[in-house]
């Protein structure tokens, strides 16, 4: 950061920002307009995040309600803007603040698997970032919300207003959490175009499908009962005795099905 | 959500949140603590977000203090967290708010190409966030970084200290944005193993290389002089003639190079 940003831009910028809310009581503290005057901190004082520690509890979800928010959103803006804002603005709305201080907007990039690089499927981006907030159990969770798509037929579930088509869909196991594998099979399985209104259609409610398990998960955890059930494929486990980080061969670090793009090279 | 929630929960929460800050002036308003009464507010008010709308804007960077920020972040939780943690870090400590909101903790799960499943960089993850979070521009910048990632030789940036080793690293380029990718090319043309402290320095310095890249093309975007440059590669828009949404085969949406995977299959 520049020399030239100082508390006097900081008190500036969060004056502006707060500037848009009415005048009143919010969290019980009273916010008193600000007056022309600025007032000048000492660099050094250490800012404290307004927000609580990482992570964020949150309540329980109404699953179905997170499954509509997110099919719903990624017609607004993709994928993994879809995923994370089907989790976060449930809790945005119905429960307001810290969750209200952070954008969805700022996870659309995952759309398409990275801004349309077809890698980490979107869908999980936005749910992972959510669960990531939410939960320091996010590995547990997260490595399960990964792995259940890697072996799930989507789409499965369909909303009551459907966006793109009504119908019923073809199914695809991914084997992946690519993008571009998981789009790619579902093509090749449904015969519909990657451009087709159907393959949109297909995302959304997969948007939708990933973001209810991850919030379904979410609620297990709540109760203690969260027990995580994938297993990672034996090939995988097999290649990586050698391939991973400290086998004889050590050239992978990476936990994904080898053989769906290696074959069976050995 | 369930009916439990309510605006108490709200008021409750909030409270509690900011309970921690010091009595005095943040923002220009004035805060005076709480009484023990909880303000209700009806359910069907909308609630603010009480932060700027997205985009959020953002003042010049020190490109080599987020470097070094996202660098030493990477050797606290991953990668992921460290190109975010690089570029949000350095806004929360020489801004504040509404920066100091959003947990960069949130985005450790992109680590090891999301939970270690070696698909997107962690770092591209990581830095494609702080860039989405901060411009509307993110699909141009965000292209850029990854399409930049994909030909660069890294490492080729060394911090003044160190963590693991202080040694040159050999480099290597990874055509691709694929974690696996990128770790798998660089321990063939190192030598290193996966596990090694080598391969762990390397994606640190990676890690802040990515960082500092991101913050120099947001700088250069506040002059209004970002030009991307990054061409997708020929063989990609060769195969997507026919491969992509609305070609006459139509299985494929994604522009990574298809090549480096499939070969030359026609």
Same mark, same amino acid.
């Given at each position: 950061m520049g020399e030239d940003v100082t508390r006097r831009n900081f008190l500036t910028i969060a004056g502006a920002a707060v500037g848009g809310l009415a005048v009143g009581a919010v969290g019980g503290y009273t916010l008193i307009p600000p007056k022309e005057t600025i007032v000048e901190v000492p660099r050094d004082v250490e800012v404290e995040m307004p927000v609580p520690e990482w992570p964020w509890a949150y309540p329980r979800f109404d699953v179905e309600a997170v499954k509509v928010r997110a099919y719903d959103a990624y017609f607004v803006s993709g994928c993994a803007y879809g995923a994370f804002e089907g989790i976060l603005g449930e809790l945005r709305e119905n429960v307001g603040f810290p969750f209200n201080? @952070?954008? $969805?907007? &700022? &996870? @659309? /990039? %995952?759309k398409g698997g990275g801004l349309g690089w077809g890698t980490l499927c979107g869908a999980l981006n936005g749910a992972l970032a959510a669960v990531n907030l939410l939960t320091s159990e996010y590995g547990a969770v997260g490595g399960e919300i990964i792995g259940e798509y890697t072996e799930t037929a989507y789409p499965t579930w369909k909303p009551d207003e459907t966006v793109k088509t009504d119908a019923d869909l073809p199914t695809s196991v991914? +084997? !992946?959490?690519l993008c571009h594998v998981s789009v790619t099979k579902w093509c090749e399985e449904? +015969? /519909?175009? !990657? +451009? $087709?209104i159907e393959r949109k259609e297909r995302c959304g409610r997969l948007t939708g499908e990933v973001a209810g398990r991850s919030a379904e998960m979410l609620n297990t955890l709540l109760d203690g009962a969260f027990v995580p059930v994938f297993q990672i494929p034996e090939s995988t486990t097999t290649c990586n =005795?050698?391939?991973?980080?400290? %086998? !004889? @061969?050590? =050239?992978v670090h990476a936990i994904s099905d080898c053989v769906q793009c290696h074959g069976e090279t050995h």
């Open positions: 201080t @952070v954008p $969805s907007k &700022m &996870m @659309v /990039f %995952g991914a +084997g !992946s959490p449904s +015969g /519909f175009a !990657s +451009g $087709s =005795n050698c391939h991973y980080d400290t %086998g !004889s @061969v050590a =050239n």
